[in-house]
């Protein structure tokens, strides 16, 4: 699979950005998943092969990365997340919690071009023909 030939300067610098505390055994799976996620999202959008993405989209890709992480609290424990909560019932109280791969289903599911992006990327996007 074709990659971005910054991307290593990439992680670098959200692994800066974003440091593993607490200690998070999963944290460098979760950095490449969230950094490959938006590189291929990014490409996407604007219409261009992952090696074609301008440098001037770095910054950009970046702050996307820890926005999925901050929203989705990748590295947050378990037990210290508050969205997990899948159902709850009131009789003799009872919480029911995602499950695992639940949650990684949807983090499969979500778009990381928000609104806050798509005025930055539209400067880059190209149209499909």
């Known amino acids: 699979m074709e990659q971005l030939p910054r991307r ?3 992680l670098a610098k959200l ?3 974003r440091v593993n505390e607490p200690e998070n055994a999963a944290y460098d799976v979760i950095m490449d998943y969230v950094l490959d996620k938006t590189i291929a999202d990014v ?3 604007c219409h261009l092969a992952m090696a074609e993405l301008p440098e001037e989209l770095d910054n950009t890709m970046i702050a996307m990365c820890l926005q999925l992480i901050s929203t989705h609290q990748l590295l947050t ?3 210290e997340r508050s969205g ?3 159902s ?5 109280t009872s919480v029911k919690f995602k499950s695992a791969s639940q949650a990684y289903l949807e983090l499969q599911e979500v778009n990381t071009i928000s609104d806050n992006f798509v005025l930055a990327l539209n ?7």
């Open 88 to 92: 709850i019932s009131e009789g003799d």
């Open 43 to 45: 490409a996407n959008y």
């Open 77 to 79: 424990p378990l037990d």
């Open 84 to 86: 997990d909560v899948d």
């Open 15 to 17: 692994k800066a950005l």
């Open 8 to 10: 290593p300067v990439l």
């Open 123 to 129: 400067a880059f996007r190209k149209v499909k023909r």
